[in-house]
């Protein structure tokens, strides 16, 4: 109604929030994505320590295995990660990576018209992965390795495929519904 003044102050208040919020949350995603990217590229080059990943991976595959997979043989990858990365060194890289995100943002937002779907989505991803996949990663992370905790690490570590199934059904569901 146009005569509804607490409307009008309900709206200029999410107008703010928005305003002001966005900021503090764009500022999490860059610093998540520079971090990421130099995870990645420290990964890709083999400067992680053997351990910390192969207790990661609570022995379901081989460290070497795992770096073959990941390292490749991708120069633009490479390139690309360490660019990421070391965007927060200069002025330029900053201010670079900062346009590139928000491009990507807007795009976004002018492409999605139904927030709906990307709140599900979300839902459904992280929501499994705090139900099932985090605790027993965790458990497994914690448990010894003798032979009294192995049964209870190994029945944990089954919840981690049922999770992924969960996210998958999860976000299958959502799509189906607003399809």
Not at 122 to 143: E, Q, R, W
Not at 150 to 176: D, E, H, T
Request: net charge positive.
């Amino acid at each position: 109604s146009p005569h509804d003044r607490l409307g009008e102050v309900a709206r200029l208040a999410t107008g703010c929030s928005i305003l002001f919020g966005f900021p503090l949350a764009f500022c999490g995603l860059r610093q998540g994505v520079i971090e990421t990217c130099a995870s990645l590229h420290q990964l890709r080059q083999g400067r992680l320590e053997e351990y910390a990943i192969d207790r990661v991976l609570n022995n379901w595959g081989s460290v070497l295995q795992l770096r073959r997979k990941i390292k490749g043989d991708s120069y633009l990858v490479d390139r690309a990660l360490k660019a990421v990365s070391s965007a927060a060194d200069s002025e330029q890289g900053w201010r670079t990576l900062t346009t590139c995100l928000l491009a990507v943002t807007t795009a976004l937002a002018v492409v999605v018209q139904d927030m709906g779907i990307v709140v599900g989505i979300a839902g459904a991803v992280v929501g499994s992965y705090f139900i099932y996949i985090l605790p027993s990663l965790l458990n497994a992370f914690m448990l010894s390795d003798d032979d009294t905790q192995l049964i209870s690490k190994r029945s944990n570590s089954l919840l981690v495929p049922f999770g992924l199934f969960m996210a998958v059904a999860g976000v299958y569901m959502n799509i189906k519904a607003r399809i």
